[in-house]
């Protein structure tokens, strides 16, 4: 999965704090990948770097010692059947259920229905994941992952040692409350990129990575700062943190080559036998890191309509303040009238 985290990551917005999650968003497109056929499903693998069965969701969801929850739910139209050997691939996703939603006639229940299950599974940490007016009558199916993750540093940092230092981001120097500890961790450095990583319970590590600028490693940086890792005494220093972030994945992974699968020639017959399109898809994800180790909690809504439907949002046009008014023949370029209105 660091191809496809890293790859999508370089194709998000940059600017500010940002935080998600690869494996909230693989799960969802993993969903939908297991009821795509053709170049649809050719397209959502490609991206992914393996097929549904091989991303290893199910064995991820499983950690000894840390807090994990996992929802993949298949949100679908009441009345449209969804396909017997789709319902068994989806009960290989860990937390896996198939639920009907009257989208038709109650479209705003049914956007209560989903973001009430996302914030049991996040354990209240997202919310309003659907905004308002985001599900609609047509709308025929919303995949959704939720995910929430509590764990241990393996070794807590002592809070007295916590204290104020300077911290450089864009917006100038400023001191922000930053943790210590020295000891053996695992230390690399590659291609001006430096990381140290910590340890938690469960099996799971977090990596703290500086590089050259605000960027992301690549793929085979990542790659070679993993291979490079070595346990060296380090005097470290690290900011207690917070994020959370909002964002729409439907143009990054347009920009990733999952092009089909939002156009009529989408194929999602595995899923269900109507036509259905992916309209877009929502993320979002918060994580918060301080001396006794770290929770964070995502969702990701893959909102599928009929296909070839037209869900574009209109483009407002007010006509509020002075206008122009040009009436004309194109075929001749004739102008008849052309007129500056500034009192209706």
């Known amino acids: 999965m660091y191809e496809f985290a890293l790859n999508l990551d370089g194709r998000l917005d940059a600017t500010g704090n940002r935080v998600w999650s690869p494996y909230s968003v693989a799960s969802a497109l993993g969903l939908a990948a297991a009821g795509a056929r053709g170049r649809t499903y050719d397209e959502l693998v490609r991206a992914l770097g393996a097929a549904p069965g091989e991303l290893r969701i199910a064995e991820a969801a499983t950690l000894d010692g ?4 996992v929802a993949n739910t298949l949100w679908m139209r009441e009345g449209l ?37 996302v914030a049991k599974t996040t354990r209240e940490l997202i919310r309003d994941l659907l905004p308002p007016g985001s599900v609609e009558a047509q709308t025929t199916a919303i995949i959704v992952n939720a995910l929430y993750l509590k764990a241990a540093w393996q070794r807590v940092f002592a809070k ?17 409350p930053t943790m210590r500890r020295t000891g053996h961790l695992p230390y690399a450095d590659a291609d001006g990129w430096r990381m140290v990583t910590l340890a938690a319970e469960g099996g799971v590590v977090a990596d703290v990575l500086l590089g050259p600028d605000e960027s992301a490693p690549s793929p085979q940086v990542l790659r070679r700062l993993y291979d490079a890792a070595r346990s060296v005494k380090v005097e470290l220093s690290v900011p207690r943190f917070r994020v959370e972030s909002q964002t729409s994945l439907t143009d990054p992974l347009r920009a990733l080559g999952v092009t089909t699968a939002f156009t009529r020639d989408a194929d999602f017959s595995g899923i ?13 994800a918060v994580l918060d890191a301080d001396e006794d180790g770290f929770e964070g909690a995502a969702a990701t809504a893959v909102v599928m309509v009929p296909a070839g439907l037209d869900m574009s949002r209109p483009v407002e046009f007010r006509v509020d303040r002075p206008f122009a008014v040009v009436v004309r023949h194109p075929a001749t370029e004739a102008v008849y009238f052309l007129a500056h209105v500034v009192e209706p």
């Open 66 to 69: 840390a807090e994990i929850a």
């Open 160 to 176: 007295g040692d916590t204290r104020p230092a300077p911290f450089d981001g864009p917006g100038g120097r400023r001191r922000v």
């Open 272 to 284: 269900t036998a109507e036509a259905t399109q992916i309209d877009r898809i929502e993320h979002k």
């Open 81 to 117: 059947p969804v396909e017997e050997a789709y319902e068994r691939a989806v009960a290989g996703f860990p937390g896996a259920a198939v639920r009907h939603a009257d989208f038709g006639g109650d479209a705003e229940g049914a956007r209560r229905a989903v973001n009430a299950e």
